[in-house]
């Protein structure tokens, strides 16, 4: 029996800007039967409804960093998932993200007490290292992460699918080594291009630098995301063509692959 394919729709290809056609930044995967979120930032919840699925539907959730930008739906989705308390979800969600996830809980916590709490055995916080690369598995998938260069928390996660297929996403970061290594011959690789090459700001990539990260990688499809209002006015194509021949996308909200 073929087993089925890998399936990466894009939820949120923008930024904390505004925006109608860009959400924050959010990414579904689904292979087997699990079906992943990476980030879950503003607006998150109707690409969700637009690409066919509820919220308690996800079994995973992984979060690159804790900016806004990329958790700013986090407490509307954990009280979305409380609804209707007889249905709840059929299967555990387990969040995931970079040491100071469980502080960072405990804060959102705090202020909203039990209206983000899910009862055992539906809800686990799973911390992983920043220090180094890291690995877990469950349901025939595989997820490794290494730290990149943005916040102390930040991680980027490769996910090898039921399928063997892999994609890599890259969270917010600056020119990273561990990145390159963890995206060594990739299917995808989902990049931050945030800004063009004229407009670089640390903690961030351009098209030209993500680019290099995928030649270097040997990636076999790079798709570029994160863009704020700057990209949309420049040749964001152009400029990651000067460092990368391979399959290039530009990110659209709702975008599948």
């Not at 998932?81 to 705090?110: C, D, M, Q």
């Not at 877990?136 to 930040?154: L, T, Y």
């Not at 970061?173 to 299917?187: C, G, K, Q």
Request: net charge neutral.
């Amino acid at each position: 029996m073929r087993r089925p394919h890998t399936r990466i729709t894009i939820l949120g290809s923008g930024t904390c800007v505004p925006s109608l056609a860009r959400s924050a930044c959010a990414v579904l995967v689904e292979t087997g039967e699990a079906k992943i979120l990476l980030d879950v930032g503003p607006g998150t919840m109707h690409r969700l409804l637009k690409a066919g699925l509820r919220v308690f539907e996800i079994s995973h959730l992984f979060l690159s960093h804790f900016h806004p930008d990329h958790t700013g739906e986090l407490v509307s989705f954990l009280f979305a998932n409380k609804y209707p308390e007889k249905v709840l979800r059929s299967g555990p969600l387990t969040l995931v993200a970079g040491k100071g996830i469980h502080t960072f809980f405990n804060g959102l916590r705090a202020v909203y007490g039990e209206w983000i709490e899910l009862p055992s055995p539906f809800f686990d916080i799973l911390s992983m290292d920043t220090a180094g690369a890291n690995s877990i598995q469950f349901q025939g998938i595989r997820v490794d992460s290494m730290p990149v260069d943005h916040r102390p928390e930040s991680l980027a996660y490769r996910i090898t699918g039921v399928d063997g297929r892999s994609v890599v996403y890259s969270g917010d970061t600056d020119m990273s080594e561990n990145l390159i290594n963890l995206a060594r011959n990739a299917d995808v690789l989902i990049c931050e291009a945030a800004l063009p090459d004229a407009l670089k700001t640390p903690g961030h990539l351009t098209p030209s630098l993500a680019g290099s990260i995928a030649a270097r990688a040997g990636v076999k499809q790079l798709v570029l995301t994160h863009f704020y209002p700057e990209c949309d006015r420049a040749d964001m194509l152009g400029q990651c063509r000067k460092t990368y021949d391979g399959p290039v996308a530009l990110a659209k909200d709702l975008m599948r692959l």
